[in-house]
């Protein structure tokens, strides 16, 4: 009985551990890939139906999280993970679809 309740403590204590360890693995890893919100200028958006084309090439980039893409503004912001894609990346995606774009200031 004694060394029953023993070996059970030394499991709990040890599945704690184990909890302990992924809780900073899990804390380290959403540090590391703080997504970031990134403006571009799309100046060859002609009507309303353009931001949509250009939202939805975004959306496809593995990495993007949440794109807004605006008619008036001529902008689409885009919300990424810095880990898995970059502006680059982003600015090539849009000219792809049709419509060059620049970091905006
Ligand atoms: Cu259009």
């Given at each position: 009985?004694?060394?029953?309740?023993?070996?059970?403590?030394?499991?709990?204590?040890?599945?704690?551990?184990?909890?302990?360890?992924?809780?900073?693995?899990?804390?380290?890893?959403?540090?590391?890939?703080?997504?970031?919100?990134?403006?571009?200028?799309?100046?060859?958006?002609?009507?309303?139906?353009?931001?949509?084309?250009?939202?939805?090439a975004?959306?496809?980039?593995?990495?993007?999280?949440?794109?807004?893409?605006?008619?008036?503004?001529?902008?689409?912001?885009?919300?990424?993970?810095?880990?898995?894609?970059?502006?680059?990346?982003?600015m090539k995606t849009t000219a792809n679809a049709g419509y060059p774009?620049?970091?905006?200031?």
């Amino acid at each position: 009985m004694t060394l029953h309740l023993r070996s059970l403590s030394k499991t709990t204590i040890f599945s704690l551990i184990l909890i302990m360890f992924s809780l900073l693995a899990t804390n380290n890893n959403a540090r590391a890939t703080e997504n970031v919100t990134a403006i571009l200028d799309v100046p060859g958006m002609t009507c309303k139906f353009c931001p949509i084309t250009i939202r939805k090439a975004l959306e496809k980039v593995p990495g993007v999280v949440e794109v807004k893409s605006e008619f008036k503004t001529k902008t689409a912001t885009v919300t990424f993970d810095p880990g898995k894609t970059n502006i680059e990346t982003l600015m090539k995606t849009t000219a792809n679809a049709g419509y060059p774009s620049t970091l905006k200031k």
